[in-house]
Structure formats: structure tokens, C-alpha cells
């Protein structure tokens, strides 16, 4: 299985396979890449709240958002749990990717999502940035460095976009 059945977003394996074919492209024609990092902000608390079928609700709408947001030819995978990693390709530069990353930010900001239930609640979304090769050698350093910038939003209080910085890295090697 390459699709995550609940929201129909590629998976990890998918990802894992595609990055090989994408490494060969990059070698043949070099381009720009953004990775963006996205985490659902409290989720736990829908669960909690209003059960996990609730909390699979939200995810498939997000999922429904997100796609809505990216271009056909980008990349959707739901990395782990509330966590979607969407993969940019041949973007200009790291102001395409923040503008991207913003608009995402900006449209579940602006949503509401609505349960089994019939109630309707509004969710935010963190959001970690990076590029490759500009800040990374490798794709799964950029995603690495995507998701300390995510916790770097997060830390920062959530429902922000926060763009990888080298100062972010805090260990001497990848």
C-alpha cells in the first residue's frame, strides 16, 4: 500500500520510493525543492473531545485543504498522525515556498471543519519550511530541517510558518 487509507494522501513508502526516482532526476536536471512540514495544532485535544472518528474527520478534511492549496504536480504524504509533509518541486525560491506554506496556514486558519457529529470547530496548523539544495545536501536533511522549523513554530506559539535557519541545528553533523 502506497496511500494512506484514511485521507488518501501518499504514504511514508511512497515517499521513501519516489525520493530515489527523485534523487536521479536531480542529478540529470538540478531544480529547487521545498519541503514543508505541517502539524496539526492541539490535536489531541479532538480526539479527547469529540472521539477519533471526529479526529479522522478532521484529518481527511485537512487532507481535502491541503491538496486544494499544492499543485497537482507537488507531493501530498501524511508522514505520521496529524503530520503531512508536502513536497514542492521546481519551486523559484524560498519566498515561492513561504508564500505556499502561508496560503496553507492561512485556509485551515479560515476553515471549519465539521464532525460526525454535526458540530463545527476550527483547528489551526504549524508549519516548518526548507530548501533543497539551498539548505540541505540531501532530501532527508531538508526534511529534517522542514520539521525543526516546525518545532520552532510550535514553540513559538503555534500557527505560524517558520523558515529553516542553519542556527536552528543545533547538532554538529546530519
Not at 47 to 67: C, I, P, R
Not at 117 to 131: C, D, F, H, P, Y
Request: aromatic content about 10%.
Amino acid at each position: 500500500a502506497l496511500r494512506d487509507p484514511l485521507t488518501q494522501c501518499h504514504n511514508r513508502r511512497f515517499m521513501d520510493e519516489y525520493l530515489i526516482q527523485l534523487e536521479y532526476q536531480q542529478a540529470r536536471k538540478p531544480q529547487h525543492i521545498g519541503f514543508i512540514m505541517a502539524d496539526l495544532d492541539h490535536f489531541k485535544m479532538v480526539n479527547d473531545e469529540f472521539g477519533h472518528l471526529a479526529g479522522d474527520e478532521v484529518l481527511k478534511q485537512l487532507s481535502v485543504l491541503l491538496k486544494q492549496n499544492i499543485r497537482k504536480s507537488d507531493l501530498l504524504i501524511r508522514y505520521g498522525g496529524e503530520e503531512f509533509l508536502i513536497i514542492l518541486l521546481d519551486v523559484k525560491d524560498s519566498a515561492a515556498i513561504l508564500s505556499i506554506a502561508e496560503k496553507i496556514r492561512k485556509s485551515v486558519e479560515d476553515s471549519k471543519f465539521i464532525l460526525p457529529s454535526g458540530g463545527v470547530i476550527r483547528k489551526t496548523l504549524s508549519i516548518g519550511t526548507a530548501e533543497f539544495p539551498k539548505d540541505a545536501d540531501h532530501f532527508y536533511q531538508a526534511m529534517k530541517y522542514a520539521d525543526v522549523a516546525l518545532y520552532q513554530a510550535k514553540d513559538r506559539g503555534r500557527n505560524k510558518v517558520i523558515q529553516f535557519l542553519k542556527e536552528m541545528w543545533v547538532d554538529e553533523s546530519y
